[in-house]
C-alpha cells in the first residue's frame, strides 16, 4: 500500500463553538475550528501552532502530545492584547490537565484550571516553553517536571496548588523567570538537577517557600515573603545555593528551619525584614490565590498607585538594562527602569 503522507505543518484553530468532525484543513480556518485542544493536539504534527480562541474547554481527559515542536497558544484575531483568563482549560476529576512527553513543546496565553497536577513534563520535553500561563487549584502540583533538561517558565502564575506549586526532579538548565507562585500547599519543591530562579514572587505558601534539596540553584531577584511559622528558603545537600539581590520577610525563619544550609551569597545583597508592601495581595475579593487569583495584586507599592514605595523597588545591584528586563513591577504598567526591581515583572 502507499504510505499515508505527512501532512504539512500550518495553523490550526480551536474554538468552543467548533467541530472535532472537522478536517485539518477546515481547522486551518478560524471560521471551522475544532471543539477540543485534546483533539487538535492528537492531530497535530512537528511545526503546527495550535490557536486556542476564548471560552471554556471542558475537556474528556488528559491532553498528551503526541510529537515534538508544537506550539498551543491563546489567541483572538481581534484581541489587542491576550488574557490568559478568557483561555480556561479543565478536566474531570482524576486527570492531569497536560502531559508533555516530546520535545520544543510552547504553552502560551492559558488557563489551566484543576485536575491532579497542570502541567506534567516527562524526560523527552527538552526544550519545553511555558510562557503568561496561569496554574490553578490542582489537587496535587501546579507544574511538575522530571528528569527534564532546557525548560524555561517564564511570566506565569501557579496558585492554589495541593502540594508545591513547582516540582522538579533532576531537572537541569532549569529557568525561572518572572513567576507568582502563592498560596500553594508549598512555593518550590527543587530536587537534584541545576539552574536559576529569577525575578519570582514566592508568597504566603503554607508551607516553606522555596525547598531546594541537592540542586545547583543561584536565586536573585526574587522576593519570598509570608511563610509564617515556615523556611522562606530551606536548603539542604551539598550542592551549594547562590543567593543575590533578593528579599524575605514574613517568614518563619528566612533561610532554613532545621538544618545547616550550603548558601552562598555576596554580602550586602539580600534585604531581611523589610515589609515589601504588595499593592493588594488578595484582591478586592479578600480571597489570595486559588480561585479568587483573578484580582490578585501582587505589584509593588509606589506612585502613583500607591501610597508608599516598596523597598524592592530600585533595590538591585545591576540595572533592568544588564539584566534584560521586562515588563513592570507597577501596577500601570511602567517599564523597570534605572536599577532593577526584585520579584515578578509582569
Given at each position: 500500500?502507499?504510505?499515508?503522507?505527512?501532512?504539512?505543518?500550518?495553523?490550526?484553530?480551536?474554538?468552543?463553538?467548533?467541530?472535532?468532525?472537522?478536517?485539518?484543513?477546515?481547522?486551518?480556518?478560524?471560521?471551522?475550528?475544532?471543539?477540543?485542544?485534546?483533539?487538535?493536539?492528537?492531530?497535530?504534527?512537528?511545526?503546527?501552532?495550535?490557536?486556542?480562541?476564548?471560552?471554556?474547554?471542558?475537556?474528556?481527559?488528559?491532553?498528551?502530545?503526541?510529537?515534538?515542536?508544537?506550539?498551543?497558544?491563546?489567541?483572538?484575531?481581534?484581541?489587542?492584547?491576550?488574557?490568559?483568563?478568557?483561555?480556561?482549560?479543565?478536566?474531570?476529576?482524576?486527570?492531569?490537565?497536560?502531559?508533555?512527553?516530546?520535545?520544543?513543546?510552547?504553552?502560551?496565553?492559558?488557563?489551566?484550571?484543576?485536575?491532579?497536577?497542570?502541567?506534567?513534563?516527562?524526560?523527552?520535553?527538552?526544550?519545553?516553553?511555558?510562557?503568561?500561563?496561569?496554574?490553578?487549584?490542582?489537587?496535587?502540583?501546579?507544574?511538575?517536571?522530571?528528569?527534564?533538561?532546557?525548560?524555561?517558565?517564564?511570566?506565569?502564575?501557579?496558585?492554589?496548588?495541593?502540594?508545591?506549586?513547582?516540582?522538579?526532579?533532576?531537572?537541569?538548565?532549569?529557568?525561572?523567570r518572572d513567576l507568582d507562585v502563592y498560596a500553594n500547599e508549598s512555593g518550590l519543591?527543587?530536587?537534584?538537577?541545576?539552574?536559576?530562579?529569577?525575578?519570582?514572587?514566592?508568597?504566603?505558601?503554607?508551607?516553606?517557600?522555596?525547598?531546594?534539596?541537592?540542586?545547583?540553584?543561584?536565586?536573585?531577584?526574587?522576593?519570598?515573603?509570608?511563610?509564617?511559622?515556615?523556611?522562606?528558603?530551606?536548603?539542604?545537600?551539598?550542592?551549594?545555593?547562590?543567593?543575590?539581590?533578593?528579599?524575605?520577610?514574613?517568614?518563619?525563619?528566612?533561610?532554613?528551619?532545621?538544618?545547616?544550609?550550603?548558601?552562598?551569597?555576596?554580602?550586602?545583597?539580600?534585604?531581611?525584614?523589610?515589609?515589601?508592601?504588595?499593592?493588594?495581595?488578595?484582591?478586592?475579593?479578600?480571597?489570595?490565590?486559588?480561585?479568587?487569583?483573578?484580582?490578585?495584586?501582587?505589584?509593588?507599592?509606589?506612585?502613583?498607585?500607591?501610597?508608599?514605595?516598596?523597598?524592592?523597588?530600585?533595590?538591585?545591584?545591576?540595572?533592568?538594562?544588564?539584566?534584560?528586563?521586562?515588563?513592570?513591577?507597577?501596577?500601570?504598567?511602567?517599564?523597570?527602569?534605572?536599577?532593577?526591581?526584585?520579584?515578578?515583572?509582569?
Amino acid at each position: 500500500p502507499t504510505p499515508t503522507a505527512t501532512p504539512l505543518p500550518t495553523t490550526l484553530h480551536i474554538a468552543p463553538d467548533g467541530d472535532d468532525a472537522r478536517t485539518r484543513e477546515q481547522a486551518a480556518s478560524p471560521d471551522t475550528p475544532w471543539k477540543t485542544i485534546r483533539h487538535a493536539v492528537s492531530q497535530s504534527v512537528t511545526g503546527d501552532v495550535l490557536l486556542v480562541a476564548p471560552g471554556d474547554y471542558l475537556e474528556t481527559g488528559f491532553i498528551q502530545t503526541k510529537v515534538p515542536g508544537i506550539e498551543i497558544r491563546g489567541a483572538a484575531p481581534d484581541m489587542d492584547e491576550i488574557d490568559r483568563s478568557q483561555m480556561r482549560i479543565r478536566v474531570p476529576a482524576g486527570s492531569d490537565v497536560f502531559r508533555i512527553r516530546h520535545a520544543d513543546v510552547l504553552l502560551e496565553n492559558l488557563w489551566i484550571d484543576g485536575g491532579e497536577v497542570g502541567i506534567k513534563a516527562f524526560g523527552n520535553a527538552t526544550g519545553l516553553r511555558i510562557v503568561d500561563v496561569a496554574v490553578t487549584s490542582p489537587v496535587q502540583e501546579g507544574i511538575k517536571l522530571n528528569k527534564t533538561r532546557d525548560v524555561e517558565i517564564r511570566g506565569s502564575i501557579v496558585t492554589g496548588a495541593g502540594k508545591s506549586g513547582i516540582w522538579t526532579r533532576k531537572a537541569k538548565n532549569l529557568l525561572l523567570r518572572d513567576l507568582d507562585v502563592y498560596a500553594n500547599e508549598s512555593g518550590l519543591y527543587l530536587r537534584k538537577g541545576s539552574g536559576e530562579a529569577q525575578f519570582l514572587t514566592i508568597h504566603a505558601n503554607q508551607n516553606r517557600g522555596v525547598r531546594v534539596l541537592n540542586m545547583t540553584l543561584t536565586l536573585h531577584h526574587s522576593l519570598i515573603t509570608g511563610h509564617a511559622g515556615h523556611a522562606g528558603l530551606f536548603e539542604e545537600g551539598s550542592a551549594p545555593v547562590t543567593l543575590h539581590n533578593d528579599l524575605f520577610f514574613g517568614n518563619g525563619n528566612d533561610i532554613n528551619d532545621d538544618a545547616t544550609p550550603v548558601v552562598v551569597n555576596p554580602p550586602d545583597t539580600l534585604v531581611f525584614d523589610e515589609d515589601p508592601m504588595y499593592l493588594d495581595a488578595d484582591g478586592p475579593d479578600d480571597q489570595l490565590g486559588g480561585a479568587g487569583w483573578g484580582d490578585d495584586e501582587l505589584f509593588l507599592q509606589q506612585p502613583p498607585a500607591g501610597p508608599g514605595l516598596s523597598p524592592a523597588v530600585d533595590k538591585s545591584t545591576f540595572t533592568a538594562v544588564e539584566l534584560e528586563v521586562t515588563g513592570s513591577t507597577e501596577m500601570a504598567g511602567a517599564p523597570d527602569v534605572g536599577m532593577a526591581d526584585f520579584g515578578a515583572h509582569r
